[in-house]
């Protein structure tokens, strides 16, 4: 680009030009007077605009980017304490890195434009410094709170399992020593004596453990350091009686009693609970005095830079002051010099009138003229004339302003593009555009990843159907948001004008989900998350939840059933003596009682699924008892099943109920021969799961189970067999009994291909439990003991079992009192003092239950026998609990030997 040059003609000397200049010569002289003196004035006030612009101006916008600022940082401080993710405080950080950098940086550059005026100075760089130190502190002190919450957390969980291992050591050993001290049948006094003192013993390290894990408890969630102080004292105490008692204790326990004591001591370390509580009411404490030092720090800056903007706009207005007084002065001094120069000096107008013109024109050609030629600091002079030559100048100036503001708006949307760019190609989730008719116009790398689609497979301009088609190529299937599929080419229905969802699952089993929206222009954007994962964890609870509802409604049937088998075979047993002398008659009545009994033995399954069962948990060799139950699987399989076993030696023992366990296992290989027809092979593996586990595996070469139908297969009365051929409680007997044993459950099945059956349970702990040879038993005999007019109060709200129950205690040679709940119970004790023995039912009419009532009665009647019934499995240590329906020498003999409560 370049501008043409022009030449400027001289003045020729003609006598009316001569003549006309002398007469312009003074008003041209009085011109040149007056610009000079406007001259020095215009030079004075461009001086002081650029020293506002220079100074005051950019220290203004310093100043107030660094309030900005310093009220960000306000914002993060308070986000980045309550944060408890650590990759959420990392990500805060960062902001709070960055606008420190950008406050150091206008602090730097505000106090080089605007050094402080005041004597104690506006120190940014050292308030800014302690910002940041302050801030840096306050993530390390959040930190640290965070490790010690997640080792108290891992502390608190170990005393749990030690509470456990104190519970399993001393309670068996309570039992035992109580059942030897209330037996009847007489024993040694030597032995008598040491029972009692074991006793004593037992139960006082019983109540000091647990009153020792309730401290610790207590300092998990203490708030302040008074409290853990008190916490741990009390903590001290308690150990110390510990160690005091352990003399006292028997012998076969003082070991383990003493590891358990040992591990308690350890949580007064530097490592224990009330150490790591105290650590994090610390952390805590000096994060917040931290909080309020920076709102300090944070309120000093705010005052210097109030005082810096406060400067400037005063230095702003004592310039704006000075250039209103300069300009006034200057335009009077030019109005009179013009006047007089008028008057006098018309002489002079050749030399200074045709002298300036023709300097202004070559002044602004010339700029013009290096401005075309690159040279952008050139000023392009005569900007303030009102004529051609100011109004070129001054288009001229605008077009170089444009110019400028044009690449600078160039330069920054190149940045915006290249960040835009970098987070579609860096994103989780795969990011498609395509435009109104349907072409593909922006994608990221994700988006091929998730189809598997290669390079060749996507460009800029492919339609949409092109797209469905390769997909369908490669076996991918679409969904609906609610589950029914249609075809791939269905997917761009209706997504220009709605938002829509879509699901497609891909031939590697992943599910990916499309979410389009679309955009005012025409076409849409479309989000494709991949959703695997988060389905596969919907189904698993889905599961879980409708077995635990099915349990608990399997519960509750069972508890009412067993009440009406109560009743039931209560009343067939007073028929048994009158039916004696009638065969005919009494053959029936053992055909009803023997009903009953299955019908017992059904319910039992339905409380095995529903994990209610009552166990016996042993220490048990799982290869021996497989090994144990080979022959007797063999006979019962029959000769068209080839049995096979693979054990690998050495397991560790496993804590579990054997027969409950043998009957599983039984379950397994007779359910695998009915799918196999009475014909192929069956494979029993045992197989170490690291050293926590032991798996039991169970295969046969059957039919298999569709995959349908596998998630129903634990469900009470669900069978694949034919009508008659199955209860359908097997499997769910298997995976109530192995649930309550703490152990898992698992099938995998193909149609064709046989099933696998995994049963995981858990490795015992050194010591957990004796084996069942080492137990003594307390199930009474066969024999019937009669009472001897004692007073028995029954308490139950089934008032056809209530009478039952009744008949059945007062034909045992007791005298009976019935209530049908706790209220009525108390009015007839209160009746009646002389009530030597209170036999209640554990479900009683709200408020009551068979516990509260025992606790009221013996509240008015201090030392009470108690003997609780229950449909349901209850745990009551100290206490006698009977299983509905009680057989008649169980209930006879609890009589006898029921004592006193303690």
């Known amino acids: ?254 070991a383990d009693l003493g590891a358990a004591t040992a591990q308690l001591a350890e949580q007064l370390d530097a490592d224990g609970v009330f150490a790591l509580r105290a650590g994090e009411l610390r952390a805590i404490g000096e994060a917040e005095d931290l909080e309020r030092s920076n709102r300090r720090i944070a309120s000093r800056l705010k005052s210097e830079v109030d005082a810096r903007v406060q400067s400037a706009n005063a230095n702003i207005a004592r310039a704006a002051t000075a250039m209103g007084d300069l300009v006034l002065e200057s ?126 497979d996507l460009a800029y301009g492919a339609p949409l159907a092109e797209i469905h088609r390769r997909l369908a190529e490669l076996g991918a299937l679409a969904f609906t948001a609610l589950g029914e599929e249609i075809p791939l080419v269905a997917l761009g229905s209706g997504r220009r004008v709605q938002i829509r969802e879509y699901e497609v699952r891909c031939p590697d089993g992943r599910l990916v989900e499309l979410r389009s929206n679309p955009v005012p222009s025409g076409g849409f954007v479309t989000i494709h998350i991949e959703v695997t994962e988060r389905r596969a964890m919907e189904r698993q609870l889905r599961q879980a939840q409708k077995m635990e509802a099915v349990g608990q409604l399997t519960g509750g049937i069972a508890h009412d059933f067993n009440n009406i088998l109560a009743a039931i075979q209560g009343n067939l047993t007073f028929l048994e003596a009158g039916l004696l002398d009638q065969p005919e008659l009494h053959e029936r009545w053992r055909k009803a009682m023997g009903a009953t009994d299955r019908a017992a033995r059904q319910v039992e399954r339905l409380l095995a699924f529903s994990r209610r069962q009552r166990l016996e948990p042993e220490l048990v060799d799982i290869n021996d008892l497989v090994t144990g139950m080979l022959d007797l699987l063999e006979y019962s399989l029959g000769a068209g099943v080839e049995l096979e076993s693979a054990l690998v030696p050495g397991l560790p023992p496993v804590r579990v109920d054997p027969g409950q366990l043998e009957n599983a296992l039984m379950n397994l290989a007779i359910n695998a021969r009915d799918a196999m027809d009475g014909e192929g092979r069956i494979r029993i593996e045992t197989t170490p799961l690291g050293e926590a586990e032991i798996e039991i595996r169970v295969e046969d070469s059957g039919c298999g189970i569709p995959q349908d139908l596998i998630d129903r297969v634990f469900e009470p009365f669900f069978t694949t067999k034919s009508n008659g051929k199955g209860s359908g409680l097997g499997l769910s007997m298997v995976y109530g009994f192995v649930r309550q044993s703490g152990g898992r459950v698992a099938i995998e099945s193909e149609p064709g291909q046989g099933s696998r059956v995994r049963i995981c349970l858990p490795v015992a702990r050194a010591g957990a439990l004796p084996d069942a040879a080492e137990r003594t038993s307390s199930e009474p005999g066969p024999d019937h003991p009669k009472g001897r007019g004692e007073t028995v109060l029954i308490v139950d709200d089934d008032l056809d079992l209530l009478e039952v129950t009744a008949a059945q205690i007062s034909a045992l040679g007791y005298r009976t009192l019935a209530a049908g709940d706790g209220d009525q119970a108390l009015e007839i004790l209160k009746r009646e003092p002389a009530v030597d023995l209170l036999y209640t039912d554990m479900g009683l009419p709200a408020p009551w239950n068979g516990v509260t009532l025992a606790e009221q009665a013996k509240a008015m009647k201090p030392g009470l026998p108690v003997i609780y019934t229950s449909a349901q499995s209850h745990h009551l240590p100290g206490r006698l609990l009977l299983r509905k329906p009680v057989p008649p020498d169980v209930l006879a003999r609890a009589l006898r030997q029921s004592p006193p409560e303690a």
Request: hydrophobic share 50%; proline share 3%; charged share 25%.
């Open 331 to 456: 335009t009077i001094l030019f109005v009179a010099v013009t006047v007089a120069a008028v008057l006098i000096a018309t002489w002079l107008s050749y030399l200074l009138v045709v002298r300036d013109i023709s300097l202004n024109l070559r002044g602004v050609t010339d700029a013009m003229q290096r401005l075309a030629d690159g040279e952008r600091r050139a000023r392009v002079p005569a900007m303030d004339r009102r004529d051609e030559i100011g109004d070129l100048a001054r288009v001229f100036n605008v077009f170089k302003d444009q110019a400028f503001r044009v690449e600078t708006l160039g330069r920054q949307l190149t940045e915006k593009s290249n960040l835009l760019l970098a987070t579609f190609d860096n994103m989780n989730d795969g990011f498609t555009v395509f435009d109104a008719v349907d072409r593909l116009i922006a994608w990221n790398p994700r988006f091929a990843a998730l189809y598997g689609l290669r390079d060749g």
């Open 1 to 254: 680009m370049s501008l043409t040059r022009f030449r400027i003609a001289g003045a020729g000397r003609g006598s009316i030009k001569s003549r006309l200049l002398l007469i312009l010569g003074l008003a041209v002289l009085a011109i040149a007077v007056a610009s000079a003196v406007a001259l020095i004035a215009l030079v004075q006030i461009r001086g002081q605009v650029a020293a506002v612009a220079e100074r005051e101006l950019p220290a203004s916008e310093a100043a107030q980017l660094l309030a900005r600022i310093g009220e960000r940082l306000q914002d993060r401080t308070p986000a980045l304490m309550v944060l408890e993710d650590a990759d959420a405080r990392r990500r805060q950080m960062d902001l709070i890195e960055r606008d420190l950098q950008s406050l150091a940086s206008e602090a730097e550059r505000l106090s080089a434009l605007h050094p402080a005026e005041r004597p104690d100075g506006g120190d940014f760089a050292r308030l800014t410094q302690s910002l940041a130190d302050n801030l840096h502190q306050i993530a390390a002190l959040i930190e640290r709170q965070s490790e010690l919450s997640r080792a108290a957390v891992g502390q608190r969980d170990r005393l749990i399992a030690l509470r456990e291992q104190a519970q399993q050591i001393l309670g068996p050993s309570i039992l035992a020593v109580t059942a030897v001290i209330d037996r009847d049948t007489r024993v040694g006094d030597a032995v008598f004596r040491r029972a009692a003192m074991a006793q004593g013993a037992l139960l006082d390290a019983e109540r000091l453990f647990g009153a020792a894990f309730g401290e610790l408890l207590i300092a998990t969630e203490a708030a302040s350091p008074d409290q853990i102080r008190q916490s741990k004292q009390a903590f001290a105490r308690i150990h110390a009686h510990l160690l005091a008692l352990s003399p006292r204790i028997p012998q076969g326990l003082r």
